[in-house]
């Protein structure tokens, strides 16, 4: 197995894992889409980033989880400059990343079980050792009679649990989720944000994009509020029983 | 038994997924490469075989043509320059033809003439060199000078050289062939690495954030070209063996034709070809997923 290049760089708690220093974004030639953003997400926090549709929030999750590159400023993941980290670096500092994406971007050949796994797959871990960890993960996100089915055959909220069990599968440090309500009912809705609190509890720093205003409110944590491709203004946590 | 200890259903699937439709067109294309590769090497060992043995029967004979002189008969000189040959070292014999031989060699430019004995001509010695220390034309003709004799020595070393260079030149052209068959097998695997990546550019995306690094997933594809063109490979390599199989048993006991004496020895050269088209493949795939997969970042 390769060796990792950043095993040394791990944030304590209560430190940043990302931080925007200035940051700016665009696509091609294009206009900015992101402008200027300055903030940090200590370790072990929660927050969302919200905003109008075209703001920016997918474009920011993109430059945190290292699928696309600023065209200005500096990004600091768990202390380290991803400007100056070696190509031969990003692959281990996604495996300390796990993504929810808005489309799931499921691998539709695989089970349930196998889409789950793929991260440590990937990681060089043999199906013996990681066995029982993904069967338990899939019972715990409600899907531990589904482990052999494939994607097409699950429900919406199946895929979304789905999504959501591959993405922390391997306990990342920061768990990103775009729009991971956006397809669910409220009832779905609000298992899934549990499921993101629980994870936040053992120690996962979470960035949640979101539209769910409802869910913002109710959940009191912090949110970026991003207008315009800069961040506008950070309300105040609210108070939110879950 | 629980689903959770059926061990069968717990083997890991491939990341990339395993049917493709596309492969059954590559893994024609690639077996008729292979097929023709089989078959120039194949060709390529059987004229090195038929210009092996003509250099070989040349290399051991040489002739030599006596003329008379001094009032001596054409047989009575022809005899003494047998002899003489014969005594040399790297003679294994030496042999006056009869003259009718000689007559027989002229007759063609001279026509049927009627009195063909009058003229004279030259007697031939036929002389048969030793074959592990064979002497050289040069020993030939001093001992004929110690006889006096007026003689002329051919060893054949004008065409031995031009086979030797017929041959080498099959063989540069076999190889040339052969290079451009694999160069030509690499482009099409390079092409299907290509669109095999486009196909799969959402697994290859959610392989590359899940933490893949670019080796590891160039060598996904890299896997499974080289295991279509290994497929490929010993199709065409059947299809080969069976047809000079064939050529073989029609050609009877010289083989296919003198000129092309195909052995059994032979159809082993198409053991080689699925293993050399995985490697072709493999490399191809790994190079072109490579850059790929770059330019994708």
């Given at each position: 197995?390769?060796?990792?290049?950043?095993?040394?760089?791990?944030?304590?708690?209560?430190?940043?894992?990302?931080?925007?220093?200035?940051?700016?974004?665009?696509?091609?030639?294009?206009?900015?889409?992101?402008?200027?953003?300055?903030?940090?997400?200590?370790?072990?926090?929660?927050?969302?980033?919200?905003?109008?549709?075209?703001?920016?929030?997918?474009?920011?999750?993109?430059?945190?989880?290292?699928?696309a590159r600023p065209s200005k400023g500096l990004i600091h993941l768990f202390g380290q400059d991803v400007?100056?980290?070696?190509?031969?670096?990003?692959?281990?500092?996604?495996?300390?990343?796990?993504?929810?994406?808005?489309?799931?971007?499921?691998?539709?050949?695989?089970?349930?079980?196998?889409?789950?796994?793929?991260?440590?797959?990937?990681?060089?871990?043999?199906?013996?050792?990681?066995?029982?960890?993904?069967?338990?993960?899939?019972?715990?996100v409600g899907l531990g009679g589904r482990m052999h089915a494939m994607p097409p055959t699950l429900a919406?909220?199946?895929?979304?649990?789905?999504?959501?069990a591959r993405a922390v599968v391997n306990r990342p440090e920061i768990l990103l989720a775009d729009e991971?309500?956006?397809?669910?009912?409220?009832?779905?809705?609000?298992?899934?944000?549990?499921?993101?609190?629980?994870?936040?509890?053992?120690?996962?720093?979470?960035?949640?994009?979101?539209?769910?205003?409802?869910?913002?409110?109710?959940?009191?944590?912090?949110?970026?509020?991003?207008?315009?491709?800069?961040?506008?203004?950070?309300?105040?946590?609210?108070?939110?029983?879950? | 038994?629980?689903?959770?200890?059926?061990?069968?259903?717990?083997?890991?699937?491939?990341?990339?997924?395993?049917?493709?439709?596309?492969?059954?067109?590559?893994?024609?294309?690639?077996?008729?490469?292979?097929?023709?590769?089989?078959?120039?090497?194949?060709?390529?060992?059987?004229?090195?075989?038929?210009?092996?043995?003509?250099?070989?029967?040349?290399?051991?004979?040489?002739?030599?043509?006596?003329?008379?002189?001094?009032?001596?008969?054409?047989?009575?000189?022809?005899?003494?320059?047998?002899?003489?040959?014969?005594?040399?070292?790297?003679?294994?014999?030496?042999?006056?033809?009869?003259?009718?031989?000689?007559?027989?060699?002229?007759?063609?430019?001279?026509?049927?003439?009627?009195?063909?004995?009058?003229?004279?001509?030259?007697?031939?010695?036929?002389?048969?060199?030793?074959?592990?220390?064979?002497?050289?034309?040069?020993?030939?003709?001093?001992?004929?000078?110690?006889?006096?004799?007026?003689?002329?020595?051919?060893?054949?070393?004008?065409?031995?050289?031009?086979?030797?260079?017929?041959?080498?030149?099959?063989?540069?052209?076999?190889?040339?062939?052969?290079?451009?068959?694999?160069?030509?097998?690499?482009?099409?695997?390079?092409?299907?690495?290509?669109?095999?990546?486009?196909?799969?550019?959402?697994?290859?995306?959610?392989?590359?954030?899940?933490?893949?690094?670019?080796?590891?997933?160039?060598?996904?594809?890299?896997?499974?070209?080289?295991?279509?063109?290994?497929?490929?490979?010993?199709?065409?390599?059947?299809?080969?063996?069976?047809?000079?199989?064939?050529?073989?048993?029609?050609?009877?006991?010289?083989?296919?034709?003198?000129?092309?004496?195909?052995?059994?020895?032979?159809?082993?050269?198409?053991?080689?070809?699925?293993?050399?088209?995985?490697?072709?493949?493999?490399?191809?795939?790994?190079?072109?997923?490579?850059?790929?997969?770059?330019?994708?970042?």
């Amino acid at each position: 197995m390769s060796r990792n290049p950043i095993a040394a760089t791990a944030p304590r708690a209560g430190e940043d894992v990302v931080r925007f220093d200035d940051v700016s974004m665009r696509y091609g030639r294009g206009p900015d889409v992101l402008r200027d953003l300055n903030f940090s997400l200590p370790s072990g926090s929660f927050h969302f980033v919200t905003g109008p549709s075209g703001a920016g929030k997918s474009s920011l999750l993109k430059l945190i989880y290292l699928a696309a590159r600023p065209s200005k400023g500096l990004i600091h993941l768990f202390g380290q400059d991803v400007a100056r980290a070696a190509p031969s670096a990003r692959p281990h500092l996604r495996r300390r990343i796990g993504v929810v994406f808005q489309d799931l971007v499921l691998l539709e050949h695989l089970s349930a079980f196998d889409n789950t796994a793929l991260p440590l797959r990937i990681a060089g871990r043999r199906p013996a050792d990681y066995r029982t960890d993904v069967a338990e993960l899939l019972t715990w996100v409600g899907l531990g009679g589904r482990m052999h089915a494939m994607p097409p055959t699950l429900a919406g909220g199946e895929r979304q649990r789905l999504a959501i069990a591959r993405a922390v599968v391997n306990r990342p440090e920061i768990l990103l989720a775009d729009e991971p309500t956006g397809n669910v009912d409220h009832e779905m809705a609000v298992r899934i944000f549990r499921l993101f609190v629980e994870l936040n509890r053992l120690g996962t720093t979470v960035l949640i994009a979101t539209h769910d205003q409802d869910l913002i409110a109710r959940s009191g944590r912090p949110v970026l509020y991003l207008e315009d491709g800069h961040i506008a203004r950070r309300p105040a946590p609210g108070k939110l029983d879950l | 038994m629980s689903e959770i200890f059926d061990v069968a259903r717990w083997r890991p699937a491939p990341f990339l997924p395993e049917n493709e439709g596309r492969d059954g067109a590559l893994i024609f294309v690639v077996a008729v490469f292979c097929f023709l590769a089989c078959l120039t090497a194949m060709g390529v060992l059987a004229a090195n075989r038929a210009a092996g043995a003509w250099t070989g029967q040349l290399t051991g004979e040489a002739t030599v043509i006596v003329r008379p002189s001094g009032g001596e008969t054409p047989d009575a000189a022809a005899a003494r320059a047998a002899e003489a040959l014969a005594g040399t070292p790297g003679v294994a014999e030496a042999r006056a033809l009869e003259p009718a031989k000689a007559y027989d060699l002229i007759r063609p430019w001279l026509g049927d003439v009627s009195d063909l004995e009058d003229l004279p001509v030259p007697r031939l010695v036929a002389v048969t060199l030793d074959r592990k220390h064979p002497a050289d034309a040069q020993a030939l003709g001093a001992a004929l000078k110690g006889q006096h004799l007026d003689a002329t020595v051919d060893d054949h070393s004008v065409w031995i050289k031009d086979i030797r260079r017929a041959g080498g030149l099959v063989r540069w052209l076999g190889a040339g062939v052969f290079l451009l068959i694999a160069a030509a097998a690499a482009a099409v695997v390079a092409f299907a690495t290509r669109a095999g990546l486009a196909a799969r550019r959402d697994v290859v995306e959610v392989l590359h954030l899940a933490g893949a690094e670019d080796g590891f997933i160039a060598r996904l594809f890299q896997a499974r070209f080289a295991r279509v063109a290994g497929l490929a490979g010993l199709i065409g390599a059947l299809a080969a063996a069976v047809l000079a199989a064939a050529l073989r048993l029609a050609g009877g006991g010289e083989g296919l034709t003198p000129a092309l004496p195909l052995a059994w020895s032979d159809l082993a050269a198409v053991i080689p070809c699925p293993l050399l088209a995985a490697l072709v493949a493999a490399a191809a795939a790994q190079f072109t997923a490579m850059r790929l997969i770059r330019d994708m970042q």
